[in-house]
């Protein structure tokens, strides 16, 4: 009964395209990408989702708010949850808005950091969880949240070859869901339900042979 945790943004959440910044909506338990992989992986499989939309990896947010800081939340998810087989995190897109300056190579130790917290919070009771950190796609300054993001397609674009070398150094696996997943042409960040179908399967077949191993 392998138990999997999805820590993420507004993308696990299942945030809907946007056209502007009152028309939010979710995507259903079964549409999500989140779903998608529980479906997927079968029976006796239990997927976790803990997505919170506007969620840096270790960044205090000064407009959305300190608690939007991907470090803040996840020792007290971990307590909730344990014990977990695997531990799936998808951050870093929150991260390329403009506001806060950030280099690629800080929003990839960011999520080291966020790795190497999990790695020590294990209590021994528990097996430690296998690791596997997802590189979101890259992103796009189109639509009402292009100026948020403003340059953050460049950044975006840079960030797998560094969430690369972070999942090998913290003995993490890696995927890149660039390849399987395109943010929206509605407001350039997250996905629509094509695409989150598309990720819980690509996911899921990564998932099976990682803990298959």
Known sequence: ??????????????????????????????????????????????????????????FDDPVEGEHKNGRRHLLACLESHWPLDLFVLMLGTNDTKSRF???????????AALLALVKASVP????????????PPVIKSVGWLGPIFAGGGERSRRLAPLYRSVAQRTGASFF????V?????????????EGHHALGVGLA?????????
């Open 1 to 58: 009964m392998p138990t999997v945790l999805c820590y993420g943004d507004s993308n696990t959440w299942g945030a809907a395209p946007m056209k502007d910044r009152d028309s939010i909506m979710r995507f259903g338990p079964a549409e999500r990408w989140p779903g998608v992989l529980r479906a997927t992986l079968g029976k006796g499989w239990t997927v976790i989702e803990e997505g919170l939309p506007g969620r840096t990896t270790v």
């Open 101 to 111: 300056g950030l280099t690629p190579d800080d929003i990839a130790e960011g999520a």
């Open 124 to 135: 021994p009771w528990c097996k430690a969880p296998r690791l596997l950190l997802v590189c």
């Open 176 to 179: 890149d869901a660039g390849p």
């Open 181 to 193: 997943v395109t943010s929206c042409d509605e407001d350039g960040v997250h996905f629509g339900l």
């Open 205 to 213: 077949a990564e998932i099976k042979n990682l803990l298959a191993g």
